[in-house]
């Protein structure tokens, strides 16, 4: 490893915890640029190159969705992260059907946070790959590259997908033709298995049919009480 100090955007307009969420950041060796509204948030975005972005839901003259949306507009590689308050439990599925990969739910340890950004960045450095998996497929007539989140369809147009999308992808492609436990697939890729994180999975799961639909040979089967059965052709190519 290197020196290199991963750059996040931290958007919160509460200064208190702002203050302190931004300087336990810095202290665990990240370079933090904070932003107390959405409109200052994008505009940093548009003049940086960050890792990982960590969005307040509530926040004046830009809300957090709207600038999220803006972000998967032009970035679909960044993870994004929502602060959501814990009696709003839609804004959580909002945000993962934006494209946010993840969620802290307020008040949230900063040890909490620091390991969710830490499991997200190892996933994301190209110096840090996971030389057990395989990061092309082809699923059927469609080609899959895990690296650059790609997803090209013999009769369309390539389609970029976000990092936990690739991810639920990859993972059912190493689990083809067999079943899979909800909570396996939760604690595999989420790290843990909880309400709300089955909730998360649920959209992706949407999202993937949606974009495999172009093939009626590839599914995505529910087997209740259980989880899920992936049924495709998949060839590992690299």
């Given at each position: 490893?290197?020196?290199?100090?991963?750059?996040?955007?931290?958007?919160?307009?509460?200064?208190?915890?702002?203050?302190?969420?931004?300087?336990?950041?810095?202290?665990?060796?990240?370079?933090?640029?904070?932003?107390?509204?959405?409109?200052?948030?994008?505009?940093?975005?548009?003049?940086?190159?960050?890792?990982?972005?960590?969005?307040?839901?509530?926040?004046?003259?830009?809300?957090?969705?709207?600038?999220?949306?803006?972000?998967?507009?032009?970035n679909k590689?960044?993870?994004?992260?929502?602060?959501?308050?814990?009696?709003?439990?839609?804004?959580?599925?909002?945000?993962?059907?934006?494209?946010?990969?993840?969620?802290?739910?307020?008040?949230?340890?900063?040890?909490?946070?620091?390991?969710?950004?830490?499991?997200?960045?190892?996933?994301?450095?190209?110096?840090?790959?996971?030389m057990t998996?395989?990061?092309?497929?082809?699923?059927?007539?469609?080609?899959?590259?895990?690296?650059?989140?790609?997803?090209?369809?013999?009769?369309?147009?390539?389609?970029?997908?976000?990092?936990?999308?690739?991810?639920?992808?990859?993972?059912?492609?190493?689990?083809?033709?067999?079943?899979?436990?909800?909570?396996?697939?939760?604690?595999?890729?989420?790290?843990?298995?909880?309400?709300?994180?089955?909730r998360s999975?649920?959209?992706?799961?949407?999202?993937?049919?949606?974009?495999?639909?172009?093939?009626?040979?590839?599914?995505?089967?529910?087997?209740?009480?259980?989880?899920?059965?992936?049924?495709?052709?998949?060839?590992?190519?690299?």
């Amino acid at each position: 490893m290197n020196d290199y100090k991963a750059k996040l955007l931290f958007v919160e307009d509460d200064p208190a915890l702002a203050l302190v969420t931004k300087d336990s950041l810095e202290l665990e060796g990240f370079e933090v640029v904070h932003c107390d509204n959405g409109e200052k948030a994008w505009t940093a975005f548009t003049k940086h190159d960050f890792d990982l972005c960590i969005l307040d839901v509530m926040l004046p003259k830009l809300d957090g969705f709207s600038l999220a949306e803006r972000i998967r507009e032009v970035n679909k590689r960044v993870p994004v992260f929502f602060l959501t308050a814990k009696t709003l439990q839609d804004d959580k599925i909002t945000g993962l059907k934006i494209g946010a990969d993840d969620y802290i739910t307020k008040p949230f340890s900063v040890e909490e946070l620091v390991l969710r950004i830490n499991i997200f960045l190892k996933r994301t450095r190209t110096d840090e790959p996971d030389m057990t998996a395989f990061k092309k497929y082809q699923i059927d007539d469609f080609e899959f590259n895990f690296d650059n989140l790609e997803l090209h369809h013999t009769t369309s147009e390539m389609r970029q997908l976000t990092l936990r999308e690739a991810e639920v992808l990859r993972y059912f492609c190493q689990n083809a033709g067999l079943v899979m436990k909800r909570e396996e697939i939760l604690k595999k890729i989420w790290g843990q298995d909880d309400y709300f994180m089955g909730r998360s999975l649920d959209v992706f799961i949407t999202r993937l049919r949606k974009y495999l639909k172009p093939n009626e040979n590839i599914k995505i089967e529910n087997i209740p009480s259980v989880g899920f059965k992936f049924t495709a052709k998949v060839t590992p190519l690299s």
